[in-house]
């Protein structure tokens, strides 16, 4: 089933990159999920990460660097009936991107954000990103990186996000799991997705030293608090549903302008006349 | 004693008196009693104290623009007596406390008759416009029901300033024996006509165009689209979004029409620039969006209250690489609507970027212009519901036109793969050279139907004469105030900019003795326009760079100046 959200176009990551395992995860939880590809609306940003629009056979929008949220947030208003997910990198959902992330989380708009996140900026071959480790050397921080890391999921938290979890591209089937319950929350959801560069930057085999599953750690999703001590954990990497929560969803705010919906309207002539009469 | 034909009124005081809503009284009752009305503000960017005016210029006959000299001032505090003493040709009202020392103001008992209605001190500004009215022997039941119009929110403050607006006239009455002034004209409204400002109409044209998502972030001069959408939205089911920042509202915009939505944001300058990269996205992924671009005086923070045409080399040129796109310079209100409604056409019919561009003066200014009938938007190369081949659907299938059809995603059989890298027709990235060309070539195709509109219904030529005034925009009021008795001077108006309607200006320039470009920047733009496009160098370029617009007395008196010799 998954095939036939397959473009059949060969990707061009290198080998061993990380993107591999999500773009196998997400086919698969749309599958999982019974959508059609007409029903689903994937946006991309720049980076590595933003071939998945070229290798997933749905609707897709390919923009600018760090748009993917508000681009996101234009189709899903516009058409609530779209399934709607982002796919960002570290670099384009976390520099230059950020201001965005906190906002679509307040708004609670019904979303899902992947970010493809592998602490560096590989289609730019090999810079410091907002998560790199601080001291970490790069071509751009040739004297170690003199940043402190961001904390993405503390941050999603604290925004108000309704789903945060944590996924690894190094296990596909969790992942998917993931994508299934990110996709069918209902609001904003957020999965950072530890994604190895194969180049810059490979850690594969430190991030299964130090990862653990929060399901088989007795971890309470719907409790904040244990949410953000996960999210601060420095030494072991949990992996997982953070926090999940109900709460009404942005387009609640616009059911005057959903029947139909934007995208759906054929235009017509507008009466103006009850307007026409304040001007006078 | 014959009434008055023209009448105009400065209204002063400081942020905070309700300077510009006295002004918007007076502006709609001097149209209830027949005139023609304009009306023009400016402030500073505080919200209380500092110093701000609107004039309110009214005529028998259409009014563009108003001069620097008004019948009547209305002085809310000592500054605008300060600022406004010579512009008075009639009189100066200011209560009581204001008057006190100053030479030939009248002394008004304005704070009196609030006291005597009970209201509060802010109502003041009712009570003087209440005896101006009076001492021009206005009709008080025309006041009286545009207050509670103006007032309509809440009615019991209607109700109060209704009354204190008529104690202010009856007291402007009694003074008005001892003064002896012409009194207006009382008639009935010039029908079919509404009196509004440039931003309204903008929007309504979009609404009349079947807008559906509005999403901008608030930028003076540009903010008062956002509330009027805001306020309308359910009665046109519009989706109105006020987002973080304009990065966010240009591809909010981008998203909604990739989903089939028409969509429009508006802002500044600043704003502008901020949105530049996506307005390359949209011209690449073909996206239909509209940006109306309200220019203030920069660079930079600039001048963020005053008015300014800087804006528009820039809106020409902004993005890196070449794409068509269409530039629309709307000079009044009516203009300004049939911007906003051809916008989003023109937007779905081409499925480029489309930019209206006004500016302060044009966006916050009123005048009286036609009601705009009723409108028929078209829908464009949409595919919806179901694709029915016979070849795959291909989101950027070369067409001889070069639009190809554009599927709104959830439409079965045909997936939407919109792509701001360069792209082959089925959307996907490319970096084939023959490909690269077919596809730029291919979007560059549309240039030929647009130039053709743009020469059909960009120009408009008022007048016969030897000497032609070229201006763009809102300036074309100022212009065609100052040449209303010139004789041997025809005014030439651009209301699109891009495509540049070259072959249509050249011929209204044809057998010109001068040619004369008037606009509000310090490097004549248009006049480079013209220069590149006809091959012509103009005769002379007035420039004006200060925030303010052109009073039709500068511009006569400069044009006057090419008419000897």
Redesign the interface.
């Known amino acids: 089933m998954a095939e036939k959200f397959d473009t059949g176009r060969k990707p061009v990551w290198c080998p061993g990159c990380g993107n591999f395992g999500i773009l196998v995860a997400l086919r698969r939880a749309l599958a999982t999920l019974g959508l059609e590809p007409e029903e689903v609306a994937l946006v991309t940003g720049i980076g590595c990460h933003g071939r998945m629009s070229s290798y997933v056979r749905v609707n897709t929008f390919h923009t600018i660097h760090g748009r993917v949220l508000p681009l996101a947030t234009g189709i899903k208003l516009a058409n609530p009936r779209l399934t709607v997910i982002g796919h960002s990198g570290d670099g384009d959902a976390y520099a230059i991107g950020l201001g965005h992330l906190p906002h679509a989380a307040r708004r609670n708009i019904d979303i899902t954000l992947i970010v493809h996140d592998n602490m560096v900026f590989g289609l730019t071959t090999g810079q410091a990103t907002p998560t790199t480790p601080k001291g970490h050397v790069t071509r751009s921080t040739p004297y170690g990186n003199p940043d402190e890391p961001l904390n993405p999921l503390f941050l999603a938290l604290a925004s108000g996000a309704t789903f945060v979890a944590r996924g690894f591209s190094g296990d596909i089937p969790h992942l998917e799991d993931l994508i299934v319950r990110a996709v069918r929350h209902k609001g904003f959801s957020f999965i950072d997705v530890i994604q190895p560069c194969a180049t810059f930057y490979n850690i594969y085999g430190e991030v299964r030293r130090r990862i653990y599953k929060l399901e088989e750690a007795g971890h309470d999703p719907s409790s904040l608090e244990e949410a953000i001590r996960r999210s601060m954990e420095k030494e072991r990497i949990p992996i997982g549903v953070f926090f999940e929560t109900d709460k009404p969803v942005y387009r609640e705010n616009f059911l005057h302008a959903m029947n139909p919906p934007p995208g759906e309207r054929v235009p017509r002539p507008v009466d103006l006349s009850p307007v026409w009469r304040r001007f006078r | 004693m014959e009434s008055k034909e023209e009448f105009s009124v400065l209204v002063g005081g400081p942020a905070g008196a309700g300077v510009f809503r006295s002004g918007l009284v007076a502006a ?1 009752t001097l ?2 009693h027949g005139y023609y009305v304009h009306g023009d503000n400016e402030y500073p960017s505080i919200i209380r104290g500092g110093h701000q005016w609107m004039i309110v210029t009214a005529s028998l006959r259409p009014v563009y623009a108003h001069g620097d000299e008004v019948d009547a001032v209305l002085a809310l505090d000592k500054e605008t007596v300060r600022r406004h003493r010579d512009r008075a040709l009639e009189v100066i009202v200011a209560d009581e406390s204001v008057a006190r020392g100053e030479e030939g103001v009248v002394a008004a008992p304005l704070m009196k008759a609030v006291r005597e209605e009970g209201a509060p001190s802010v109502a003041v500004n009712m009570a003087g416009l209440g005896f101006i009215f009076g001492l021009y022997r206005g009709d008080v039941e025309k006041l009286k029901s545009v207050v509670r ?1 103006v007032f309509a929110k809440k009615r019991s403050v209607a109700e109060l300033n209704a009354r204190v607006a008529e104690r202010g006239y009856r007291y402007g009455l009694e003074a008005s024996e001892k003064l002896g002034l012409a009194p207006l004209h009382i008639g009935a ?1 010039v029908p079919g ?4 400002d440039g931003n ?1 109409a903008v929007a ?1 044209g979009a ?4 807008l ?2 509005y ?1 901008a972030y608030p930028m003076t001069p540009a903010s008062p689209i956002l509330h009027l959408l805001a306020e ?8 109105v ?1 006020q ?3 304009e ?3 240009i ?13 429009m944001t508006a802002t500044s300058g600043g704003g502008f620039s901020l949105m530049v ?2 307005l ?2 949209a011209a690449m ?1 073909e996206t239909p969006v509209v940006i109306v671009e309200a220019m203030r005086a920069g660079p930079s923070t600039g001048l963020p209250t005053y008015t300014s045409q800087a804006d528009l080399r820039f809106v020409l040129h902004a993005s890196q690489g070449e794409f068509p796109r269409i530039v629309l310079a709307p000079g009044d209100p009516y203009e300004a609507f049939m911007a906003g409604f051809d916008a ?1 056409n023109l937007a779905w019919r081409y499925q480029v970027p489309v930019i209206v561009l006004t500016d302060k003066y044009l966006a916050e200014g009123y005048w009286t212009v036609d ?2 009938p ?6 464009g190369k949409v595919v ?1 519901g179901v694709y029915e081949g016979p070849e795959p659907y291909l989101r950027y299938r070369i067409t001889p036109d070069g639009v190809s059809p554009m599927a ?14 360069e792209h082959g027709e089925d ?3 490319t970096t084939d050279a023959e490909t690269v060309r077919a596809m730029q070539d291919k979007r560059f195709r549309k240039l030929e139907a647009m130039s053709r509109e743009a020469n059909e219904r960009g120009v408009k030529t008022y007048g016969e004469g030897s000497i032609a005034v070229v201006t763009w925009g809102s300036t074309k009021n100022p212009v065609l105030e100052a040449v209303r008795d010139m004789h041997d001077v025809k005014v030439v108006h651009l209301t699109w900019l891009s495509p540049f309607p070259s072959e249509r200006l050249a011929s209204e320039l044809e057998g010109a003795r001068r040619i004369l470009v008037v606009e509000a920047n310090k490097t004549g733009q248009l006049a480079g326009l013209i220069r590149e496009h006809l091959l012509v160098s103009p005769d002379g370029f007035l420039g004006k760079y200060d925030g303010r617009p052109f009073t039709p007395q500068e511009v006569e008196e400069w044009i006057t100046g090419f008419q000897e010799g």
């Open positions: 709609k149209y209830r119009d409204p006509k509404v009196v509004i309204s309504l609404v009349a165009a079947g559906s998502f999403a309308l939205q359910k009665d046109y089911g519009i989706v979004v987002p973080e920042s990065l966010a509202a591809n909010m915009v981008t998203g909604a029409a990739y989903a089939g939505a028409r969509a990269e996506a390359g996205q992924t989003l009601e705009p009723m409108l028929e938007p078209e829908e919806r709104i995603p959830g439409t079965k059989g045909a997936l939407v793969n919109a792509n701001s890298s959307g996907y990235a």
